[in-house]
């Protein structure tokens, strides 16, 4: 859970100082580890710099104030960047420029204390002092670890706790069975084979792409810092860069938000979710040649495709939470978009066909909608003409009752494909056919 700080002029003070004695700590620690390779050929291990703390701190004594397990906490930073480094997971750790310097954890329940409900308060530093906090955490309890972060010039803690209360569970799993398809016109369409809903994409996401562009065009037109050439950021450069972040971070807490409302209330009547495996790349629209390509794919992907692949992420973590059916269906072999839910029958449809109308039994459906009824029926075992099969669907088993529940619709499945096979449907020689 993260709070934003609103320290007063002294406490901040304080703050910028121990976020500099963190930075210092990690570039020493970057420093030793590699002029004691260069000079003796040996990796130093994190214990060894934790151990040489108490020495350092005889030497370098504004560092006594500062708990050693935040000081740990700050090695152990450094030990992570090498490790990312070895595993080729990450690039060469750099000495880092308070600028780059987010900030510092304490680890232990030590350092530290809050004194809050779980709906803002205090956050109480040693030798730092007492500071206000806002923000609202979801589940509270008894505070863990704490970590302070500066960020765009406002300072934030982010505390995790021990949740006392148990998780709610609901003791009834919710019956409902649906198929939702994740489109690009409207954001969802759901249905469970009788009642259909779609949900858009609130408007402040759809407008936050323009805003967010138009700010960071101005932002283009400003004097950009370059370190080659040892040009310094105009102020109106800063000025931009500041409201372009605050933009981007603006519109990704309303996505957040909206992303949990959206998966909550599917969760709350619904254990069974079908819906397909996301090829984000496609539903983005892709930027035309162009120096500037990049950068629209970048912005693209924070906007649409975050906010798609963690409705879906989101929406599966919360079935799977309660005990529920998660399934991803292959689109790319059950092609939902191009199938009849009603008598399976497949009609080509390009994107601008927005209605699906189906030329040999006459059912007529909006086309996310009718996709998303494929889905439903494809999982659940019900779809016409092409055989169903569970057992290709990725589905989930997490939780032992989440296993129990997929095996006994696997062998629903697999009746349903005796089934088929015996009126001579087989899944396989349809697609041949095709
Ligand atoms: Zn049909």
């Known amino acids: 859970m993260t709070?934003?700080?609103y320290p007063n002029r002294?406490?901040?003070?304080?703050?910028?100082?121990?976020?500099k004695l963190h930075k210092d700590l990690y570039n020493a620690a970057v420093y030793n580890r590699f002029t004691q390779y260069?000079?003796?050929?040996?990796?130093?291990?994190?214990?060894?710099?934790?151990?040489?703390?108490?020495?350092?701190?005889?030497?370098?004594i504004e560092y006594k104030e500062i708990s050693s397990q935040a000081l740990q906490a700050t090695l152990k930073r450094v030990d992570f960047a090498f490790e990312r480094w070895f595993k080729g997971l990450g690039k060469r750790p750099k000495f880092k420029s308070i600028r780059h310097y987010s900030g510092w954890t304490y680890p232990a329940k030590t350092g530290y204390s809050v004194?809050?409900?779980?709906?803002?308060?205090?956050?109480?530093?040693?030798?730092?002092?007492?500071?206000?906090?806002?923000?609202?955490?979801?589940?509270?309890?008894?505070?863990t670890t704490c970590t302070i972060v500066y960020r765009n010039s406002q300072w934030y803690a982010s505390i995790t706790v021990e949740v006392l209360a148990q998780v709610f569970q609901p003791k009834v799993l919710p019956t409902g069975a649906i198929g939702i398809d994740l489109g690009c016109k409207s954001a969802l369409s759901i249905t469970d084979g009788e009642n259909h809903q779609q949900i858009e994409t609130p408007k402040f996401l759809r407008n936050a792409e323009h805003k967010i562009k138009q700010a960071s065009k101005k932002k283009r037109r400003k004097i950009a810092p370059?370190?080659?050439?040892?040009?310094?950021?105009?102020?109106?450069?800063?000025?931009a860069d500041a409201k372009v972040s605050k933009l981007t971070r603006k519109v990704a807490n309303q996505r957040l938000n909206w992303v949990h409302q959206v998966a909550t209330e599917i969760v709350s009547s619904n254990s069974f979710v079908a819906t397909e495996k996301l090829e984000v790349t496609k539903m983005t629209r892709k930027a035309k040649k162009g120096k500037r390509k990049k950068q629209k794919a970048g912005l693209n992907k924070s906007i649409l495709d975050v906010g798609f692949g963690m409705l879906k992420s989101t929406i599966k973590y919360k079935v799977e939470q309660i005990g529920g059916?998660?399934?991803?269906?292959?689109?790319?072999?059950?092609?939902?978009?191009?199938?009849?839910?009603?008598?399976?029958?497949?009609?080509?449809?390009?994107?601008?066909?927005?209605?699906?109308?189906?030329?040999?039994?006459?059912?007529?459906?909006?086309?996310?909608i009718a996709a998303a009824e494929v889905m439903l029926y494809w999982a659940t075992g019900n779809l016409m003409g092409l055989g169903t099969s569970l057992i290709d669907a990725e589905s989930p088993s997490s939780t032992s009752i989440t296993r129990k529940?997929?095996?006994s619709m696997r062998q629903l499945g697999a009746k349903k494909r005796q089934k088929s096979k015996s009126i001579g449907l087989d899944s396989e020689t349809q697609t041949s056919t095709k």
């Open 325 to 368: 059916v998660f399934i991803e269906v292959p689109t790319k072999r059950v092609k939902p978009s191009q199938t009849c839910p009603k008598c399976g029958y497949q009609h080509k449809k390009t994107l601008d066909i927005r209605v699906h109308e189906c030329s040999i039994c006459g059912y007529v459906q909006d086309r996310d």
């Open 3 to 5: 709070f934003r700080l």
């Open 10 to 19: 002294q406490t901040e003070q304080s703050l910028r100082y121990h976020r």
């Open 38 to 60: 260069q000079k003796f050929n040996h990796s130093i291990s994190y214990f060894e710099q934790q151990n040489s703390l108490p020495a350092f701190k005889e030497v370098w």
């Open 226 to 239: 370059n370190r080659k050439k040892k040009i310094k950021a105009s102020r109106r450069w800063k000025r």
């Open 115 to 143: 004194d809050s409900n779980g709906e803002n308060g205090y956050l109480v530093l040693s030798k730092i002092g007492r500071i206000q906090m806002r923000g609202k955490a979801k589940y509270w309890g008894t505070p």
């Open 405 to 407: 529940t997929a095996g």
